[in-house]
């Protein structure tokens, strides 16, 4: 696991040499989480791809770290969290898995399934967090640049507010007005290894998938945030923008400048996901 923490430190840019473990202040420890963070939202982006072109990858934290220290793509929220959660546990750090769920209205709300992967860190205190719980999460896609303190109240991370309600039993994230998603229920329990794979080939299964409709590309930067979804690219934040792909050399160089490598990528069947996401656009287009 070393090797692969210390590939994966190097792909965001850092020090390999961190792997041999986290530092030992809590300051200090704090700071390199962040820096984790911020890298990986920026470097990494959070994707639908390999599920959209038929091979949804497996959640297997180790198999996920190998491949993202080796260049490839990592997935959703499941791989995100699930190699963060491998590679801060690693480096020393105390990492306490959770589970979770989006929703946009009440009734969303309500239907509690398992729709995400999530963690804590636990015993790194500061002045300004003297609980020592913290919230980091790269698998939001347009969601925190940052880890955040789980302490309840308003946070501001770039041109985006979010408010954090803590429970008992874990906590709520409230994304910001310009956020893909309203909110995410997070409750603080381990998933079994059967919860998450049932969870995964639910949200990956073809069609009936939520994460098998439509691809989705997104990488959060310190001013933005960034979404291919289909054929159409948005920018929130700073320098707002939105513009249509609908030339397939457009589409695929969006999709690298999102952050997606295409190393491990069949160029006849990426081809066939732009004619086809081409094509369910401009129905979407000609219905509005």
């Known amino acids: 696991m070393s090797h692969a923490v210390a590939g994966y430190l190097a792909r965001l840019g850092l020090d390999p040499a961190l792997a041999a ?6 300051d200090a420890a704090v700071e390199t989480l962040d820096e984790i963070h911020r ?38 929220c499941f791989h995100h969290n699930g190699i963060l959660i491998a590679a801060l546990r690693a480096l020393g750090y105390d990492v306490v898995e959770a589970w979770g769920h989006n929703w946009d209205h ?28 913290w919230w980091p999460d790269v698998g939001c896609g347009d969601g925190l ?6 302490v309840a109240g308003e946070y501001r991370q770039g041109p985006f507010t979010y408010r954090l309600d803590v429970r008992a039993d ?37 069609d009936s998938g939520a994460y098998a409709r439509k691809l989705v590309v997104q990488r959060r930067l310190p001013d933005a945030a960034e979404t291919i979804r289909g054929c159409q690219f ?37 081809r066939g996901l732009f004619d086809r996401s081409l094509t369910a656009h401009r129905e979407w287009l000609a219905a509005r």
């Open 21 to 26: 473990g986290r530092p030992t202040t809590p």
């Open 39 to 76: 890298r990986h939202a920026e470097r990494i982006p959070y994707e639908n791809l390999h599920t959209m072109l038929g091979s949804p990858p497996d959640i297997d934290a180790a198999a996920t770290l190998r491949r993202v220290a080796a260049g490839g793509n990592a997935g959703y």
């Open 106 to 133: 009440d009734a969303e709300r309500r239907d509690v399934h398992v729709g995400h992967l999530a963690l804590s860190v636990r015993g790194l205190p500061t002045a300004d967090n003297p609980g020592g719980v």
């Open 145 to 150: 640049h940052a880890p955040l303190p789980l």
């Open 170 to 206: 874990g906590w709520t994230f409230h994304h910001d007005a310009q956020g893909s998603f309203g909110a995410v229920d997070i409750f603080d329990a381990q998933l079994t290894q059967a919860q998450a794979e049932a969870a995964h080939r639910r949200l990956t299964a073809p």
């Open 234 to 270: 948005t920018r929130t934040g700073a320098r707002a923008s939105r513009a249509e792909l609908t030339s397939y050399d457009d589409w695929r160089d969006g999709l690298v400048t999102l952050g997606i490598r295409m190393q491990d990528v069949d160029a006849d069947a990426l």
